[in-house]
């Protein structure tokens, strides 16, 4: 089974509205950590947005909140008010614990392209 | 700039010829981790150093990529004779630590290797 799955190849949104991009997960370790990296299409990897799962709360870094569902096993990020600079591939990825082999190796989904429109 | 850095960004070899990336991690960081990206796809782990030593290297293929992380320097990923396949992106990401919490994982711009 794949350990990061992003369904959703490419997305549009129209600028100043929202979008979620879906990201679900696969591992047996309690303790783990769940990234958004956007690549835009300079190739630089930016990263946006931290959860950790133990944290009861939902990360939030600006116009970026990550909607955390432990028992669905799901990290979905929601961009606020989108802007044109927003387009670009975002990329969810996952640090196990120590099942997963524990250091601060990434395992990362295949991708969502998301293009902002006017 | 204090931050992960790679070079060089662009790299341009004829099949057969080696391709050295070097990253330099973020100060006082001891831990490198090197990834690939081929066109179209997610990043792929290959190697995580600490100073001196391989300490995972599941990712890496098993001929011609080989990687180190001198005690002084910075960590050089090697590719021997290379492939029109090799051609990727290649991002190096450093850390304080082995094993943390946090987003305590900083990458850097990427070197491209074209193999023509």
């Known amino acids: 089974a794949q350990k990061i799955t992003q369904t959703q190849p490419g997305m549009f949104v129209q600028e100043k509205e929202a979008v979620t991009l879906d990201c679900t997960y696969d591992t047996s370790d309690q303790s783990y950590g769940l990234f958004w990296y956007k690549q835009p299409s300079s190739g630089e990897m930016i990263f946006l947005i931290y959860?950790?799962?133990?944290?009861?709360q939902n990360a939030t870094e600006g116009r970026y909140s990550l909607n955390f569902q432990k028992a669905r096993k799901s990290a979905n990020l929601v961009i606020s008010a989108s802007q044109l600079g927003d387009s670009a591939m975002y990329f969810c990825a996952m640090r196990e614990g120590f099942l997963g082999g524990g250091g601060n190796k990434l395992t990362f989904g295949t991708g969502t392209q998301l293009k902002v429109e006017l | 700039n204090a931050g992960v850095m790679q070079n060089p960004r662009h790299l341009v070899r004829r099949r057969g010829q080696e391709a050295r990336l070097r990253c330099s991690p973020m100060?006082?960081?001891?831990?490198v981790y090197w990834y690939r990206q081929l066109p179209e796809e997610g990043l792929k782990f290959m190697v995580y150093?600490?100073?001196?030593?391989?300490?995972?290297e599941s990712g890496m293929p098993k001929e011609r990529f080989s990687a180190e992380f001198p005690k002084e320097g910075p960590s050089i990923l090697r590719i021997q004779q290379v492939v029109r396949g090799d051609s990727a992106a290649y991002f190096c990401a450093s850390s304080l630590l082995g094993d943390s919490s946090g987003n305590t994982i900083y990458f850097g711009e990427g070197s491209w290797l074209t193999v023509v």
């Open positions: 100060k006082g960081h001891s831990h």
């Open positions: 150093l600490q100073k001196e030593n391989i300490i995972d």
């Open positions: 959860q950790g799962s133990y944290d009861e």
